[in-house]
């Protein structure tokens, strides 16, 4: 399942720069785009602190199914039935599962389960901000004041199901 790539090397000194970049961003997540604009193969690092609410989403294209590497940390990656439902997890971390394809069109969002956590992930397909994802609508929209609570039980539920 590695789709044919390596993943490249961090130093010490970009990740805590780019770690404090997510600690001070308000999505509390900073990414270190890897492609220019416009490429079809595109990478990313993302950098994450705990506390980062992503709103579950798909990928709508058959070309994009996202792969996700962990390079440091601890998540717990969720998937969802099309009324939110969460109807399957997987632990991402060194010495277990460290990589997993997320198929295309499939609603799916991550939690931390440590402090913070670094991700390497690529997909196919040129990025367009309007054609990339579709996010839930049964779900709350980043920086809301329901994001926060809605965060919180996903982690629950991801505890849950990966004890």
Known sequence: MNRGQD????????ISDYLARAANSE????PKLLHSP?????????FIIE???MQPHLHPGPEKIE???IVQGRLAVLYFDDHGVVDDCMLLQNGGVE??????????????LTEHAITYET????????????????SPSESTAESHEYLNSLRRKALKWIS
């Open 51 to 53: 506390d980062s609410y």
């Open 123 to 138: 997909m196919m397909g040129v990025y367009r901000p309007e054609t990339w994802k579709r996010m839930a609508e049964w």
């Open 38 to 46: 416009g490429d079809e193969f595109n990478r990313v690092f993302n």
């Open 67 to 69: 792969v996700i590497h």
């Open 7 to 14: 993943i490249p090397q961090l130093s010490q000194e970009e």
């Open 99 to 112: 990589l997993i394809e997320v198929p295309a069109f499939r609603w799916h969002t991550y939690v931390m």
């Open 27 to 30: 999505k509390r997540r900073f």
